[in-house]
């Protein structure tokens, strides 16, 4: 009998495999246990390494999460819609909507950790920031929670020359966010300009997001320039890949 391709994977692979179909036709719904080691083992007749590799591969995927003492679970949390167009319109910011809320719908993004400080700027941002010698920037650390669960973490760059004294450099800076701000000031956002990568995170990163090594992050580093092409803002977010789905919206 001639061997197939599915065959010469190795079983860890085709366990999670057969799992992720099951919770693809329904069979296993958000919330519900999946088939722990032992079940998997004599159901499949491998070791307890297989059945383990096999739960992981679905962990990692984001598919799945364990809970400690409890086993391992089908991943309830609805992904997050990132409409990477429509949300920096002026028309989200500029009439006093944060622009997280062209993502979330009916559902309530927090963000539980804020800091904002007067730094020198790291020379890759003094760069794109077109900054002299020693010039600081104001720099605001967030991490955002969507039903409980950390998805975002995000640190925005802006020229204390621009923002200094502003509610820019408070925790709150009000309706409509930085952006809102930055017209007020003079320097209204006019155009953006997003690099979008991925990688596995680091260890800090894992901590924050709340999610294993394995993984990964998606890279989201945004510049907001004001009028005649003056960068004003970058903004560098680090999403869990399992949280967020990237949408474009645009005409031909």
């Known amino acids: 009998m001639a061997t197939t391709d599915d065959d010469r994977r190795p079983k860890y692979q085709r366990i999670a495999d057969s799992l992720r179909e099951a919770i693809q036709s329904g069979e296993y719904g958000p919330g519900d246990r999946l088939p722990g080691e032992n079940e998997l083992m ?34 309830s ?44 700027a790291p020379e890759n941002i003094g760069r794109v920031l077109d900054l002299a010698d020693e010039e600081t920037v104001c720099v605001r650390r967030r991490r955002y929670v969507l039903d409980g669960k950390p998805v975002l973490l995000a640190t925005s760059y802006l020229p204390t020359s621009v923002v200094g004294g502003s509610a820019i450099t408070h925790e709150d800076p009000g309706a409509g966010g930085i952006y809102a701000r930055l017209a007020e000031l003079g320097y209204k956002p006019v155009h953006f300009r997003e690099e979008i990568r991925s990688r596995m995170p680091s260890k800090d990163e894992a901590s924050q997001l709340g999610i294993s090594s394995g993984t990964p992050v998606i890279l989201i580093c945004r510049t907001a320039f004001a009028d005649e092409g003056r960068p004003v803002e970058i903004n560098e977010m680090t999403l869990d890949a399992a949280s967020y789905i990237l949408e474009y919206d645009f005409d031909a």
Request: glycine share 10%; hydrophobic share 40%; no cysteine.
């Open 42 to 75: 004599a159901v499949h007749g491998v070791a307890r390494m297989t059945a383990r590799q096999a739960l992981g591969v679905l962990k990692d995927e984001g598919v799945a999460e364990a809970r400690k003492g409890a086993g391992v679970f089908v991943r």
């Open 77 to 120: 949390f609805r992904p997050l819609r990132r409409r990477g167009i429509q949300r920096l319109s002026e028309e989200q910011w500029g009439t006093g909507r944060s622009i997280w809320a062209a993502d979330t719908e009916s559902r309530t993004l927090e963000v539980d950790q804020v800091a904002v400080s007067e730094e020198a």
